[in-house]
């Protein structure tokens, strides 16, 4: 079973959820968090959570798809309007508890008030890009990490568990050029999971929120922006899900731009997710 966390109205989650029917898919969202049926896994129970309404077994979970970064007061429309913000937080520290206690089934796992992974701003995610020996743009466009990239000025590379994607049959590919096979450590950076103490995050935009947004890779160009974009994940502790999108300098050198941690569900990132929630119920 693949469970999407997502809000309402996600339409690029509905379609994942639509796509992997057959893989058991169902969508969690605010409403189901304050429905009943949900139980602990706690003390060797695998414990029951509610999706779409109906309670169950968490144990049937071989990946967990994170696509919203807190629980806002505005989706719980079903609660007296002065009691949302508390009931907002206590769900988004919820839910952070439990998908953690999913473990590696997660795609990102959470930081402490952050569900999409590292609560980390744009500059931190250039400091770990440069550290890890990755090009980075002085220009800040206007997107920030969670955004939206899509456009045609911008190239997007999407990485799932570790490997680039592309959309020529919706297939991994594994950039040729990787530089280290080796992760170094990033002190004070890399290695954390969780937020930079000057980094608070901002929350991510649910449609484009600029003309500047990303599109696939060229075929001719994408080794070197892939091969970027494993390195960065891989430098920034493991994380499994991300889009980085890069622009060519005038020197001709692709610099990373902006980095998002809900990337678009094209085709092949849903293929990917498909072969990863397959591997783990094999």
Known sequence: MIAVVARRGDDEA???VDRCQDLGAVLVTADDLGAPGWVAPLDGCAGRFVAEGR???TGDISLAVVRQSVVLPAELEHLVAGDRDYAAAEMTAFLAWWLTRLG?????RPSPGW????????????AVAHRAGIPTSPHEPAIT??????SGALTEVTVVDGAAVT????APVRAAASSTSQRPAVPGIAST????PTDPPTEPATGPSTQRTAGPAPTGMAAACRAHAERLARHAGGVRLLGAAFERS????????????RPALTPAVTGALRRLARDRRS
Do not use: F, I, K
Request: no cysteine; hydrophobic share 45%; charged share 20%.
């Open 14 to 16: 509905q379609l994942l």
């Open 55 to 57: 309670p169950r077994p």
């Open 104 to 108: 590696d089934r997660v795609v990102n």
């Open 115 to 126: 569900l999409l992974g590292p609560a980390w701003s744009r500059d931190h995610w250039m």
């Open 145 to 150: 990490g969670g955004d939206d990239l899509r």
């Open 167 to 170: 959309e020529e049959g919706a």
């Open 193 to 196: 999971a969780g937020p930079a």
């Open 250 to 261: 005038g020197a001709g050198e692709w610099q990373l731009v902006a980095v998002t941690l």
